[in-house]
């Protein structure tokens, strides 16, 4: 079946400007996380929904970060006022349950703010 | 503080190598764990699940072993190949539920033919 999506691949945004960040969980995964990978390093969690709720939001950096997934399945990370370095590939994992389930990741969104 | 540690950073060994990448975290009574794979560019593929309660898992030719005593994990590739370059993760559960991975910063391994 099809994995996650992520949509765009790549967003180029000048600083100041507001973006959106789609995913597409696979059919039927209750969890949804959203990860931020920079350069060499591993993933850094943003964010965790269990359903249509946000279950965890301790990993968002501050309140520019927001996302949301009204329906329990499209999920949309929203950043405002984009900052340099806010740079980065935003990577979106679902699961099927939330207990310590494997993940399944998108390809990402590279973001560059200018 | 829970926290990842993967040495090497980097790796690179002739095709047909035997190979073992480490991880180990800072906390012994973690959940799961889960190896991935990320090609440059890309998104990270899901290799293994090791459940708290197991000590190995296989697929094909990977095996990773969990030891949460002493708060480590290994994969072992064998028969290394070309195709086999990339960065691999380690990501640890802390918790059973309600959390995220926690990821190592990886090891990047090249094969040479």
């Known amino acids: 079946g099809a994995g996650v999506s992520q949509t765009p691949s790549n967003k180029v945004t000048e600083k100041g400007k507001y973006v959106e960040l789609r995913c597409d969980p696979i059919?039927?995964?209750?969890?949804l996380y959203w990860y931020r990978q920079s350069l060499g390093q591993g993933p850094e969690f943003l964010i965790y929904f269990q359903g249509t709720g946000a279950a965890d939001d301790s990993g968002l950096p501050n309140d520019r970060f927001f996302a949301v997934r009204p329906e329990g399945s499209v999920s949309t990370l929203k950043i405002q006022r984009t900052e340099r370095g806010d740079s980065a590939v935003y990577l979106c994992a679902s699961s099927e349950t939330s207990y310590a389930d494997t993940q399944y990741f998108g390809p990402g969104t590279r973001l560059t703010v200018l | 503080k829970q926290e990842v540690t993967q040495i090497p950073a980097a790796l690179s060994v002739p095709e047909g190598e035997n190979l073992v990448l480490n991880c180990s975290f800072t906390d012994s009574a973690i959940y799961n764990l889960q190896w991935f794979r990320q090609d440059p560019g890309k998104g990270l593929t899901s290799l293994l699940l090791i459940q708290s309660s197991q000590r190995e898992q296989t697929s094909g030719r990977l095996n990773a072993s969990l030891d949460k005593s002493s708060g480590r994990s290994t994969l072992y590739i064998a028969a290394s190949q070309p195709g086999d370059s990339a960065t691999y993760l380690c990501?640890?559960?802390?918790?059973?539920?309600?959390?995220?991975?926690?990821f190592g910063k990886g090891t990047t391994l090249s094969v040479s033919s």
């Open positions: 990501a640890v559960y802390f918790n059973q539920a309600g959390t995220a991975l926690i």
């Open positions: 059919s039927g995964h209750t969890a």
